[in-house]
């Protein structure tokens, strides 16, 4: 079992930054990779990025590449999403989750997740 918290999001206006976080517990963080996901209203959960064990290797979504930057600090069981460039697109709930091997971005091979951090972008 592994339990996520998320924090950092709120309200913002377009072309701001936000930094959310995300705190492992419960199982050896560095085993696993670690992705953030969103999902808008009426929307489906959709990828944003993921980050491999080491933090060598990321991928991301189209849309934020160049905007979000995902890390990871194995030693405080923490990744993490800056955000800059905000768009009003991109509100929405933020999840972090878990899955063993790196590479996925279907959302339904994650393991666990966290309760989410809402992000809201205004115009």
């Known amino acids: 079992q592994v339990q996520l918290v998320e924090s950092g999001g709120g309200l913002v206006q377009a072309g701001g930054s936000l930094r959310l976080s995300c705190a492992a517990s419960?199982?050896?963080?560095?085993?696993?990779?670690m992705g953030w996901f969103r999902q808008a209203p009426e929307k489906e959960r959709e990828f944003v990025a993921v980050?491999?064990?080491?933090?060598?290797?990321?991928l991301y979504e189209d849309s934020v590449k160049g905007r979000f930057t995902i890390s990871r600090d194995n030693a405080k069981n923490t990744v993490y999403l800056q955000m800059n460039s905000l768009k009003p697109e991109d509100t929405a709930v933020y999840y972090c989750?878990?899955?063993?091997?790196?590479?996925?971005?279907?959302?339904?091979?994650?393991?666990?997740w966290g309760q989410g951090t809402q992000v809201t972008v205004s115009s």
């Open positions: 989750a878990v899955r063993y091997s790196f590479g996925s971005v279907n959302p339904g091979e994650y393991s666990y």
């Open positions: 419960g199982r050896t963080f560095s085993n696993y990779a």
């Open positions: 980050i491999n064990r080491s933090g060598g290797s990321t």
